[in-house]
């Protein structure tokens, strides 16, 4: 498992943070990568990839998972964008109480 983020030069990206477990909250595991972007104009967004276990659905580790990513996303207060392999079907993920409890993710 392994995921991993590509940005493009004319996004006008002015920096680019990729948040670490050395900032207040642990963001960095093999299954997810958050980056914060700050491009030209000062606008930020968060963005992130996202490995979900297979077989699983969203429970056990895959809940723990997006548990995590959910208070990250909250914690670094900007827009966001998470993209991945989620292993899921969206109903799966909509009709979870991941997205119940987490408006965040929503």
């Given at each position: 498992a392994g995921v991993g983020l590509l940005v493009h030069r004319r996004l006008g990206l002015h920096r680019l943070k990729v948040l670490r477990p050395d900032d207040e909250m642990l963001f960095e595991n093999e299954r997810f990568l958050l980056a914060?972007?700050?491009?030209?104009?000062?606008?930020?967004i968060t963005v992130g990839a996202v490995?979900?276990?297979?077989?699983?659905g969203v429970a056990g580790p895959n809940l723990d998972l997006l548990s995590l990513i959910g208070?990250?996303?909250k914690?670094?207060?900007?827009?966001?964008?998470?993209?991945?392999?989620w292993n899921v079907t969206p109903d799966e993920l909509q009709s979870s109480e991941v997205l119940q409890s987490n408006s965040t993710i929503c």
């Open positions: 914060e972007l700050q491009l030209r104009g000062g606008f930020r490995y979900l276990h297979h077989s699983t208070s990250a996303v914690h670094v207060g900007s827009p966001f964008v998470l993209a991945g392999d």
